[in-house]
């Protein structure tokens, strides 16, 4: 069925091209996707930081000749539902064929500057036909602290170096200089050149794939097929979205501060569903911060575009069509809408996790029995760095080849990482333990790959029993990570839900607030802190919410709860820690 002379060629489209028939456009959908995951898997295996080989915090996609996407792998949507800006900005620097494009600002098409996102036109006969873009979070991209994620940044200069679309290969030859401007800006040279080398690596076998397929179905039946898969995706997004009642639903929520301040920050929505479209307004939220956690629209439609995924049908193809049938706005000047040099790193990572609680919460009121209790609401971001750019008395993490650490106190290392928490209890089932949510995808770094990389080890990894709300349906636990800290640092953190917990319904209880600790005394939720070598850095993440009335759990449920230590039952005691080397992801 995929020839070029099959049956589905005996209609031709309005534009003159191959009509597709459902089991062609099928075969070429599911091709086209395998293409963005083969390019995740090649960027994943080529890499070198354990930010992207272990925790995988990557994304990849391809997108059509007029910068719509046209499939994506299933990473990060935090990532995927921005990267439409990034080439719809690289696309007015008039792309030619052979060209690649680096950019990381969060103005002009990126997220926060530690994403960094390369973006190659695929050109078949002479023309450009598409783009592979593959976005990596880097470990550090300069800025006043190592990982540049400073909880107390004031502008983005602060965090680190801004990259607009530049190319960093013009027709096939590579422009040394740009590269080396980029490596002459961080503190991890070596290692980020080598994750570059691996992003480049997975836009060429994108590359190569789309001439393969061009090979197999003709370039008029390829190109035929990016429309079609959109237009299928846009269909059942339209129906599903008129399956919604129509009307208006609103919904609030804060941010715990800014870094510079502690005040609550709103966030609020309100989700217009208007037959088969629906619209989310962000008037009312905060203006502009002076901290790091204004979060640029496109942040913020990636939010959005999550939930309404969540709460349609996810199975739909997530590409340009799925989106087009949502707008999003939010006043410009605000928390959501900011203008430059505002600092934007937090609220990539955690104003988008308060957006999604809030587009979750608004929606629960047109179809409340698809959308949880409160998630932990939070990725929980914890940097470590050497100070003053040395590696100490514990060795820089300085790694040569695949995984062994050598000794190198003249070499900076840069460890960030993300830490799951409770999941909310659903409507028919408990709340996940440890789990990544909303915004994030990611894996955790295993214990050995993290001790292996860096000078530190892991004290502590184990679920937090009790920290799940509950309910008829128990919320999932949050967890608890200690790391000894074995050099002299800089310690970043960039967190939420502290003292706001994720919320229970209909009747559930609310989940536990999470808790960051330096030497056992409390940090606030965003801070920087230099440490000395040593020292233990604690986080403790939120549980999830409760759904229903907890006197209506099932008793048998509540045993298997005691019996798995998840619960304590008023004086058992506290569940052992997990084995290290097999923690939850």
């Known amino acids: 069925m995929t020839g070029r002379d099959d049956a589905g060629d005996r209609d031709r489209a309005s534009d003159g091209a191959p009509a597709l028939d459902p089991v062609t456009l099928e075969v070429l959908r599911n091709q086209l996707e395998g293409v963005a995951e083969e390019m995740g898997q090649v960027l994943i295996r080529g890499a070198y930081s354990p930010n992207i080989t272990e925790r995988r915090d990557c994304s990849t996609a391809l997108f059509d000749a007029d910068g719509r996407m046209v499939a994506q792998a299933e990473h990060i949507p935090v990532h995927l539902g921005a990267m439409p800006e990034a080439v719809a900005a690289v696309r007015e620097r008039d792309p030619a064929p052979g060209d690649v494009f680096v950019l990381n ?40 602290a190592p990982g540049s994620m400073p909880a107390g940044a004031r502008e983005i200069q602060q965090e680190g170096l801004r990259i607009p679309p530049l190319r960093l290969v013009d027709g096939g030859e590579r422009v040394d200089d740009v590269l080396d401007l980029i490596l002459a800006n961080v503190r991890t ?15 060429e076998r994108a590359d190569d794939r789309l001439r393969e397929l061009a090979d197999e179905h003709g370039r008029a039946r390829l190109e035929r097929a990016f429309d079609a898969v959109i237009d299928y995706s846009r269909e059942r997004m339209t129906a599903a979205i008129e399956d919604l009642p129509d009307g208006t639903y609103e919904a609030e929520d804060a941010m715990e501060g800014d870094g510079v301040t502690d005040a ?53 193809p997530p590409n340009h069509g799925c989106y087009e049938p949502v707008s999003v706005s939010a006043p410009e000047g605000s928390i959501l809408n ?34 949880t209790a409160g998630s932990q609401g939070t990725m929980n971001n914890l940097t470590i760095g050497s100070r003053g750019g040395r590696g100490g008395d514990g060795g820089g993490g300085s790694r040569d080849g695949r995984g062994d650490r050598e000794a ?35 894996l955790n770094t295993p214990v050995e790959a993290l001790e292996a990389a860096y000078p530190l080890r892991v004290e502590r990894y184990a679920f937090r029993p009790d920290s799940g709300g509950d309910g008829r349906h128990r919320g999932g636990l949050g967890l608890e990570r200690r790391v000894r800290v074995e050099t002299a640092a800089t310690v970043s953190l960039l967190t939420e839900r502290r003292r706001r917990a994720p919320a229970g319904i209909e009747g559930g209880e609310s989940g536990a607030t999470g808790e960051n600790l330096i030497d056992g005394d409390p940090v606030p939720a965003k801070a920087t802190v230099d440490v000395e070598p040593g020292t233990t850095v604690t986080v403790r993440t939120p549980g999830g919410g409760g759904y229903g009335d907890p006197s209506e759990r099932d008793p048998a449920a509540r045993e298997r709860d005691r019996a798995d230590g998840k619960a304590t039952g008023g004086g058992e005691a506290e569940r052992s820690e997990t084995e290290r080397s097999d923690g939850p992801d």
């Open 264 to 316: 609550d920050l709103p966030i609020r929505a309100a989700v217009t569903v208007d037959g088969d479209r629906l619209a989310v307004d962000f008037a009312g939220s905060a203006p502009q911060v002076d901290g790091n956690c204004n979060a640029p629209l496109a942040v913020a439609k990636s939010a959005v575009y999550f939930v309404v995924r969540c709460v349609t049908d996810p199975s739909i």
């Open 105 to 144: 600002d969060p103005f002009t098409g990126g997220t926060h500057l530690p994403d960094v996102t390369l973006v190659s036109s695929l050109s078949l006969d002479g023309g450009v036909v598409g783009f592979a873009v593959s976005r990596a979070h880097h470990a550090d991209v300069g800025g006043m």
């Open 338 to 371: 900011p203008n430059p040099p505002a600092a934007v790193v937090g609220g990539n990572v955690e104003t988008s996790q308060r957006v999604t609680d809030v587009v979750l919460a608004a929606l629960g009121e047109a179809v409340p029995e698809r959308v």
């Open 189 to 203: 040279p070596a290692e980020r050149r080598a994750d570059l080398e691996a992003q480049l690596a997975a836009n």
């Open 408 to 442: 190198a106190p003249d070499e900076s290392f840069t460890y960030y990482e993300t830490i799951g928490g409770g999941f909310g209890a659903r409507p028919d089932a408990d709340g996940m333990d440890g789990v990544q949510v909303g915004m994030t995808n990611t």
